[in-house]
Nanobody, 126 residues
Framework: QVQLVESGGGLVQAGGSLRLSCTASVRTFKVIPMGWFRQAPGKEREFVAGINWTGGDTGYADSVKGRFTISRDNAKNTVYLQMSSLKAGDTGVYFC???????????????????WGQGTQVTVSS
């Protein structure tokens, strides 16, 4: 059974940092892209960051560029999202997702991802 388990969310003051982790029991983890998405209350889910299977290609939403960093450790089947200089607008539930395309790059569309975690809440107080 495929499982993606996020951790690391919590309450933080504006300007603070958090590191999210997502450990995946996906057999093909080492050869698929991974993504982070978020959903704020009353808003649609949006792409935050993505990483290709090697970790050599990454992409970010304009709203988080320069503040967030995505990385992966294929030996641990884990993807990370380091978040710094957090703002109130970063508040939401953060989801990791496993991509469909073997040896593929990340995609900003949620339709390109097969499996999703349950989400972890990030709350930034201003």
């Amino acid at each position: 059974q495929v499982q993606l388990v996020e951790s690391g969310g919590g309450l933080v003051q504006a300007g603070g940092s958090l590191r999210l982790s997502c450990t995946a029991s996906v057999r093909t983890f080492k050869v698929i892209p991974m993504g982070w998405f978020r959903q704020a209350p009353g808003k649609e889910r949006e792409f935050v960051a993505g990483i290709n299977w090697t970790g050599g290609d990454t992409g970010y939403a304009d709203s988080v560029k320069g503040r967030f960093t995505i990385s992966r450790d294929n030996a641990k089947n884990t993807v990370y999202l380091q978040m710094s200089s957090l703002k109130a607008g970063d508040t939401g539930v953060y989801f990791c997702a496993a991509g469909q395309q073997i040896l593929g790059s990340y995609n900003e569309s949620g339709d390109a991802y097969s499996y999703w975690g349950q989400g972890t809440q990030v709350t930034v107080s201003s």
